[in-house]
């Protein structure tokens, strides 16, 4: 009987020591949320004016610091899963490793995919809602006026989505079993349901990282100096300096005169567009020899090697799919973490995954917002609405939530799936994940020969200066041919 009693109080402390470190770590990424969300919120949807819009937008608000929170707890899961796991390898007893354990990290997946699918189905359509709502006709002013008409449309969405579900599910599973399950909501629905959003966000995946991964030499050339090759700075300078001088001459003179209202905002865009490239200019004079020579190389170097090992990752899990069926992405049910090394090099190689985790998420995010279909989306400091910060939080949502699915399914990790993300259907189909890992892999290669070929010709250009040199006028041949007839005819 005691020790009944004596296990029931041990496992009642580890589950309140369990809850009480997901509390912390929730509110942790809550407060850095809220710090980057409003650092891009516009500040005058928040103002005392209208005192019921400004507090729908502080709701609305609250709403998508969860939303972002969940993003990023699952952006840190499976990175923070592959420490524990070498931790509890390399310091099995001890003492203060002891709330790192198999419950916790099976816990914080579960967390992570039920505040996921609270927030893909329930918060953010709320928000979205709310904020465009503005009560029923005949019907008194008021916050909870926009919440009884938010919750009607809501309701309707919902029984929209899950009518269409129902009978896309009856017309491609038309047996008795799926007949039955058609009236399961929780254990049918919602789960059938958070699998497609999953496969919609690793196919965005898909997409963006490859195109993402070319863009990450542009964007880190951009904040960082590039070293001289060819090219002097000093001449340069003087040269845009002359320039913008000309151009604030011109302006002044321009300024104090009759001219018209056009040609005095071309003049000033020109001066900003010169006075930006001067400042760049003076950046990089003012650079040290070694943040020139060897910052640039050594980030490029490194960018390059990162897309290199995971290109060569996948394709070594190509091979392995072709060969052993468990390289399948299909998680366990109950996996033992701190028996065994995820990695075949040990704890470098884990290290060596979940940098290539992080990379593959941030190539993610900026080939998202770097496309011309989602560059509208891309937030502006202090000059967000609360609707694009709602269509931001959703989409690094779909995209945060789908990383421990593409990690696993490109093979950059073996770590398996833990709770409800490794039981999609269409992790066991074997074409479909290997089709999957060679359109990356295809994909990967043309941006990177793409790119590399685009911008080699342009830096040898700019290098021997041979951008600079006037373009060729080539006249038609129509205008060729209609020269002398029009001379004729004005003649």
């Given at each position: 009987?005691?020790?009944?009693?004596?296990?029931?109080?041990?496992?009642?402390?580890?589950?309140?020591?369990?809850?009480?470190?997901?509390?912390?770590?929730?509110?942790?990424?809550?407060?850095?949320?809220?710090?980057?969300?409003?650092?891009?919120?516009?500040?005058?949807?928040?103002?005392?004016?209208?005192?019921?819009?400004?507090?729908?937008?502080?709701?609305?608000?609250?709403?998508?610091?969860?939303?972002?929170?969940?993003?990023?707890?699952?952006?840190?899961?499976?990175?923070?899963?592959?420490?524990?796991?070498?931790?509890?390898?390399?310091?099995?007893?001890?003492?203060?490793?002891?709330?790192?354990?198999?419950?916790?990290?099976?816990?914080?997946?579960?967390?992570?995919?039920?505040?996921?699918?609270?927030?893909?189905?329930?918060?953010?359509?709320?928000?979205?809602?709310?904020?465009?709502?503005?009560?029923?006709?005949?019907?008194?002013?008021?916050?909870?006026?926009?919440?009884?008409?938010?919750?009607?449309?809501?309701?309707?969405?919902?029984?929209?989505?899950?009518?269409?579900?129902?009978?896309?599910?009856?017309?491609?599973?038309?047996?008795?079993?799926?007949?039955?399950?058609?009236?399961?909501?929780?254990?049918?629905?919602?789960?059938?349901?958070?699998?497609?959003?999953?496969?919609?966000?690793?196919?965005?995946?898909?997409?963006?990282?490859?195109?993402?991964?070319?863009?990450?030499?542009?964007?880190?050339g951009q904040l960082?100096?590039?070293?001289?090759?060819?090219?002097?700075?000093?001449?340069?300078?003087?040269?845009?300096?002359?320039?913008?001088?000309?151009?604030?001459?011109?302006?002044?003179?321009?300024?104090?005169?009759?001219?018209?209202?056009?040609?005095?905002?071309?003049?000033?865009?020109?001066?900003?567009?010169?006075?930006?490239?001067?400042?760049?200019?003076?950046?990089?004079?003012?650079?040290?020899?070694?943040?020139?020579?060897?910052?640039?190389?050594?980030?490029?170097?490194?960018?390059?090697?990162?897309?290199?090992?995971?290109?060569?990752?996948?394709?070594?899990?190509?091979?392995?799919?072709?060969?052993?069926?468990?390289?399948m992405p299909k998680?366990?049910?109950?996996?033992?973490?701190?028996?065994?090394?995820?990695?075949?090099?040990?704890?470098?190689?884990?290290?060596?995954?979940?940098?290539?985790?992080?990379?593959?998420?941030?190539?993610?995010?900026?080939?998202?917002?770097?496309?011309?279909?989602f560059i509208k989306?891309?937030?502006?400091?202090?000059?967000?609405?609360?609707?694009?910060?709602?269509?931001?939080?959703?989409?690094?949502?779909?995209?945060?939530?789908?990383?421990?699915?593409?990690?696993?399914?490109?093979?950059?990790?073996?770590?398996?799936?833990?709770?409800?993300?490794?039981?999609?259907?269409?992790?066991?189909?074997?074409?479909?994940?290997?089709?999957?890992?060679?359109?990356?892999?295809?994909?990967?290669?043309?941006?990177?020969?793409?790119?590399?070929?685009?911008?080699?010709?342009?830096?040898?250009?700019?290098?021997?200066?041979?951008?600079?040199?006037?373009?060729?006028?080539?006249?038609?041949?129509?205008?060729?041919?209609?020269?002398?007839?029009?001379?004729?005819?004005?003649?």
């Open positions: 009987m005691e020790d009944d009693v004596m296990i029931r109080a041990k496992l009642f402390h580890n589950r309140v020591r369990e809850c009480i470190i997901c509390a912390l770590l929730f509110t942790a990424l809550y407060i850095l949320s809220y710090l980057v969300i409003a650092r891009f919120k516009k500040n005058a949807d928040f103002a005392a004016d209208n005192n019921e819009d400004a507090t729908v937008n502080r709701i609305t608000l609250w709403m998508c610091t969860f939303t972002l929170a969940v993003s990023a707890g699952a952006v840190f899961l499976l990175p923070f899963s592959i420490i524990s796991n070498e931790i509890l390898l390399s310091f099995p007893e001890n003492y203060y490793m002891q709330w790192l354990n198999g419950s916790l990290i099976h816990g914080l997946w579960n967390l992570v995919f039920l505040f996921s699918n609270i927030s893909l189905v329930f918060l953010m359509p709320f928000a979205y809602f709310f904020t465009e709502s503005e009560g029923f006709a005949g019907s008194k002013k008021g916050i909870m006026a926009r919440v009884y008409e938010t919750f009607v449309v809501l309701f309707l969405l919902t029984l929209l989505v899950l009518g269409i579900v129902w009978v896309a599910s009856a017309i491609i599973n038309n047996d008795a079993a799926s007949w039955e399950s058609l009236y399961d909501l929780w254990d049918y629905y919602l789960p059938y349901l958070y699998s497609c959003i999953s496969l919609f966000g690793v196919l965005l995946l898909l997409l963006c990282t490859p195109f993402g991964l070319s863009r990450m030499f542009t964007v880190t960082l100096v590039k070293p001289r090759l060819l090219e002097d700075l000093d001449e340069q300078l003087n040269c845009t300096r002359f320039e913008e001088a000309a151009v604030v001459h011109k302006l002044n003179g321009k300024m104090s005169s009759c001219w018209v209202f056009f040609s005095v905002e071309s003049l000033k865009n020109q001066f900003l567009s010169i006075h930006a490239r001067r400042l760049k200019l003076e950046i990089r004079r003012r650079a040290s020899p070694w943040q020139r020579n060897l910052g640039y190389p050594l980030a490029m170097l490194l960018l390059l090697a990162l897309t290199g090992i995971s290109i060569l990752l996948v394709g070594f899990h190509v091979l392995e799919l072709l060969i052993d069926e468990t390289a998680g366990m049910q109950n996996p033992l973490l701190g028996k065994d090394s995820l990695s075949m090099f040990g704890s470098l190689g884990a290290a060596v995954e979940v940098i290539l985790i992080f990379y593959l998420m941030v190539s993610s995010v900026v080939g998202f917002y770097s496309s011309p279909f989306l891309a937030p502006r400091k202090q000059d967000t609405t609360m609707t694009k910060i709602i269509g931001n939080c959703v989409s690094l949502l779909v995209l945060s939530s789908a990383l421990p699915v593409f990690s696993r399914t490109l093979g950059i990790t073996n770590f398996d799936l833990l709770g409800n993300f490794g039981s999609f259907n269409w992790l066991g189909n074997f074409y479909i994940i290997f089709l999957y890992n060679m359109l990356f892999a295809g994909l990967t290669a043309m941006c990177l020969v793409k790119k590399f070929t685009r911008s080699m010709q342009a830096e040898l250009l700019h290098a021997f200066g041979l951008d600079r040199l006037p373009l060729p006028v080539t006249r038609p041949r129509t205008s060729a041919k209609m020269g002398p007839v029009n001379s004729k005819r004005l003649v």
